[in-house]
Nanobody
Framework: QVQLVESGGGLVQAGGSLTLSCTAS????????MGWFRQAPGKEREFVSS????????DYADSVKGRFTISRDNAKNTVYLQMNSLKPEDTAVYYC??????????????WGQGTQVTVSS
């Protein structure tokens, strides 16, 4: 069993930055691809970014490419999402997930509880 705990969300003005963290319990973290998803009010949950087990491969949704950076520290069992140049449309609950690097939710085995990111205009 893997537990994921996100942190780092908050309220920020448009153009600002936030860094989300997701810390995993268990010894399988370094063997798992990790992903970030988000869900805005009234919308479906969508893929944001993913990273391979070693961090050597990353993927980004077009809407965040060039603004967000995913990284991981396997020694700390933590994956990060650095978010720059934030826009109001980035407002959502952000979830981290473990078990895949694909863009589809059903490929992931474990999910965190989510952290709210609100970007004011």
């Amino acid at each position: 069993q893997v537990q994921l705990v996100e942190s780092g969300g908050g309220l920020v003005q448009a153009g600002g930055s936030l860094t989300l963290s997701c810390t995993a319990s268990g010894r399988t973290f370094s063997r798992s691809g990790m992903g970030w998803f988000r869900q805005a009010p009234g919308k479906e949950r969508e893929f944001v970014s993913s990273i391979s087990r070693t961090g050597g491969s990353t993927d980004y949704a077009d809407s965040v490419k060039g603004r967000f950076t995913i990284s991981r520290d396997n020694a700390k069992n933590t994956v990060y999402l650095q978010m720059n140049s934030l826009k109001p449309e980035d407002t959502a609950v952000y979830y981290c997930a473990a078990g895949s690097v694909l863009r589809t939710m059903d490929q992931y085995d474990y999910w965190g509880q989510g952290t709210q990111v609100t970007v004011s205009s």
